[in-house]
């Protein structure tokens, strides 16, 4: 479902409580991508992210899109509990519309040189374009299917190549789905993330690269890393934007 953001400039698809699936600017606008060098504690990232929006005169319903980065996966219930504070501090910057929360999201844990505390990796806030260009952000998706009215992991605790390739292949139909609503493709895509520690080499040639079309040219970036949850394996997500740019945090 569809949803705008008016003070935002941007179009969201309704997710769940902690993100929403995907967000695409509004005509006129286009989406930044601001990644911290090194990544801050999570409430000095709040603040950072809401001092460089009021720096550029841009609201903080620009914001459209949070990278996290946490220790270690966590337990539903663990799972639960984190996203409660998190899930408030974005209610009191006034960001929800129509009860639902417009700001994507990726959260997983680096299995090396990991986080000591709850971090935020980078974030994303539109800002007007000179022109009309297909910017858009999609949410972290692991490898979870809603199917017969049950949510479940898609092929559980099997990593091998074919449990692997039903992981994948669940992850690339939820985004698929979620690019035709924003009604935009992976041929636009800036930059594709995998998330995960197994060797998915196997089903690049065959399977990966092809699902990306013309969007494959800007190769993948591989974040040696876990879902956020215990028992998830895998994730992607994506973004099309109109720049990076990185905020020193020395």
């Not at 973004?239 to 020193?248: D, G, T």
Request: glycine content about 10%.
């Amino acid at each position: 479902m569809l949803i705008e953001s008016e003070r935002g400039n941007f179009t969201f698809i309704r997710g769940i409580g902690p993100f929403s699936a995907g967000v695409r600017a509004h005509p006129g606008f286009a989406i930044v991508h601001a990644a911290f060098r090194p990544f801050v504690p999570l409430a000095r990232g709040y603040e950072l992210a809401e001092s460089h929006l009021r720096e550029l005169s841009r609201p903080i319903q620009a914001l459209c899109g949070m990278q996290l980065r946490i220790p270690q996966p966590l337990s539903r219930e663990g799972f639960a509990d984190f996203n409660g504070p998190y899930i408030e501090r974005l209610r009191g910057w006034g960001l929800e519309v129509d009860g639902a929360n417009p700001v994507t999201r990726t959260n997983v844990a680096l299995e090396v040189c990991g986080v000591a505390e709850p971090s935020l990796a980078g974030f994303f806030y539109t800002t007007p374009a000179p022109r009309d260009l297909p910017s858009w952000v999609l949410s972290g998706v692991p490898e979870i299917a809603s199917r017969d009215g049950a949510v479940k992991v898609v092929a559980p605790g099997d990593t091998s190549v074919e449990g692997l390739r039903q992981k994948t292949q669940c992850i690339l139909d939820i985004l698929a789905r979620h690019l035709t609503e924003l009604r935009v493709s992976w041929d636009q895509a800036t930059a594709i993330n995998l998330y995960g520690v197994h060797d998915l080499h196997p089903l690049m040639e065959s399977m990966i690269l092809p699902a990306f079309g013309a969007g494959a040219r800007s190769g993948i970036t591989w974040h040696y890393s876990r879902p956020p949850v215990i028992g998830l394996e895998l994730e992607l997500d994506a973004w099309s934007v109109l720049r990076e740019e990185y905020l020193a945090t020395f």
